[in-house]
């Protein structure tokens, strides 16, 4: 079956990315004007789509067909809004890794990540949304309580978790610029360091005493699952790829950033509209930020990324940018489906997606997702913090690694 028309396939995605709710960025201070990428506006088609990327998914206005606008600008570091919670986040959890385990190995390993050379993204995104909801609901800030500030510690240690099982079924080299777990101890003992650490998540999530948040980061762990399983895999028509890609990657990237800032929202006493909004601002920016990370991994160097360059390529995974490069170049089909396995495959594929439109147009469609999440952004009360959270869009449209 030949590629979608570069018309039909935007049309595609801008479905695609309506999916609902089942479906070093450090320190920076912003003045944020986001900058204009090239112009491929997304017109219709493929509006069956939705439903069959995730079973009972609604339809969302993630996408819009009009070229977005800029934002003001706003001088305000969202780092640095909650550095006062944030700057122990590593300590804290490396304090929790200890207290339940006397195994010194066991522990040395599970910290390995807790080195604070991370991003940090998540837990500062749960600070500042729980810091913006007290100024929409209180209408003034406030010390946030212990189970908001455990929410946000958690969201690392599952991150970090999902990084150490990827990197055994990866066998990875490298991770932040240092030797990866897997490469210092055997994989054995990184697996279950791993679960260990997902373990510990979830005597902490237990001892938030709230039914409702249980449930939500929950289903975190079954989507970081069920998406490393559709990673294992591919679609053999053009038509599915896409679907199965962006479902994979709420899956594994954007459903605990949706999810841990729904249960922080939940934690504030929000309402079920603003408790949606979270959700699906998190949803949004998780999308955006997998879709840069995706089109980072053909356009940055080897030392900004801190992983080898390629790196998704050379494990036989088709991104966003090759699935649009097909349009133009339909030989990516074969090598798609064959994971990019014979010789020269990965070096002809990112050729080709380079000669192509496929990293502007990976770069639109992770735009789209950040307008999206300014949207929901601005309707909560204006403060320092909801400042931060527009700023965040920047931040992850914007990086470079």
């Known amino acids: 079956m030949a590629c979608l028309g570069s018309v039909r396939l935007c049309a595609r995605v801008e479905k695609l990315c309506q999916i609902g709710q089942n479906a070093q960025v450090r320190r920076k201070a912003s003045s944020v004007k986001l900058k204009q990428f090239v112009d491929l506006p997304l017109t219709r088609s493929a509006v069956k789509s939705c439903q069959t990327a995730v079973p009972g998914?609604?339809?969302?206005?993630?996408?819009?067909?009009?070229?977005?606008?800029?934002?003001?600008?706003?001088?305000?570091?969202?780092?640095?809004?909650?550095?006062?919670?944030?700057?122990?986040?590593?300590?804290?959890?490396?304090?929790?890794?200890?207290?339940?385990?006397?195994?010194?190995?066991?522990?040395?390993?599970?910290?390995?990540?807790?080195?604070?050379?991370?991003?940090?993204?998540?837990?500062?995104?749960?600070?500042?949304?729980?810091?913006?909801?007290?100024?929409?609901?209180?209408?003034?800030?406030?010390?946030?309580?212990?189970?908001?500030?455990?929410?946000?510690?958690?969201?690392?240690?599952?991150?970090?978790?999902?990084?150490?099982?990827?990197d055994v079924i990866d066998c990875s080299d490298f991770r932040r610029g240092k030797p990866s777990v897997n490469v210092l101890w055997n994989h054995k003992k990184v697996a279950m360091s791993g679960d260990f650490i997902l373990a510990v998540a979830s005597i902490l999530i237990a001892r938030i005493n709230n039914d409702d948040v249980t449930i939500c980061l929950g289903q975190v762990l079954t989507d970081l699952v069920q998406g490393e399983f559709m990673?294992?895999?591919?679609?053999?028509?053009?038509?599915?790829?896409?679907?199965?890609?962006?479902?994979?990657?709420?899956?594994?990237?954007?459903?605990?950033?949706?999810?841990?800032?729904?249960?922080?929202?939940?934690?504030?006493?929000?309402?079920?509209?603003?408790?949606?909004?979270?959700?699906?601002?998190?949803?949004?920016?998780?999308?955006?930020?997998?879709?840069?990370?995706?089109?980072?991994?053909?356009?940055?160097?080897?030392?900004?990324?801190?992983?080898?360059?390629?790196?998704?390529?050379?494990?036989?995974?088709?991104?966003?940018?090759?699935?649009?490069?097909?349009?133009?170049?339909?030989?990516l089909n074969a090598m798609i489906m064959r994971r990019f396995q014979e010789p020269g495959d990965v070096e002809h594929a990112f050729e080709l997606v380079h000669k192509s439109q496929g990293l502007e147009q990976t770069q639109f469609l992770a735009r789209k997702h950040c307008v999206e999440a300014q949207r929901l952004a601005e309707r909560i009360a204006e403060s320092p913090y909801q400042k931060g959270l527009l700023v965040v869009t920047d931040l992850v449209l914007n990086r470079m690694k």
Do not use: W
């Open 57 to 166: 998914s609604r339809l969302l206005s993630s996408v819009r067909s009009q070229q977005p606008g800029s934002l003001p600008e706003y001088r305000v570091d969202p780092y640095q809004l909650v550095d006062d919670d944030l700057k122990n986040v590593h300590f804290d959890i490396q304090e929790e890794l200890r207290r339940h385990t006397s195994h010194d190995e066991l522990y040395t390993i599970a910290q390995y990540y807790f080195d604070g050379q991370g991003k940090c993204l998540r837990p500062m995104l749960c600070l500042l949304l729980s810091h913006a909801l007290n100024f929409h609901i209180h209408k003034k800030d406030k010390p946030l309580p212990e189970a908001q500030r455990r929410v946000a510690m958690i969201s690392e240690m599952v991150h970090s978790a999902s990084l150490i099982h990827d």
């Open 231 to 331: 990673q294992l895999g591919s679609k053999e028509t053009e038509n599915e790829r896409f679907t199965h890609y962006l479902t994979k990657t709420y899956r594994k990237t954007a459903s605990l950033i949706a999810n841990y800032l729904k249960a922080e929202s939940m934690l504030a006493g929000a309402d079920e509209g603003l408790t949606e909004l979270a959700f699906q601002y998190g949803r949004n920016v998780g999308l955006a930020f997998q879709l840069v990370d995706d089109l980072l991994d053909f356009v940055a160097s080897s030392s900004a990324l801190g992983k080898p360059a390629a790196a998704d390529l050379k494990l036989g995974l088709a991104t966003a940018p090759v699935l649009f490069a097909c349009e133009k170049y339909p030989e």
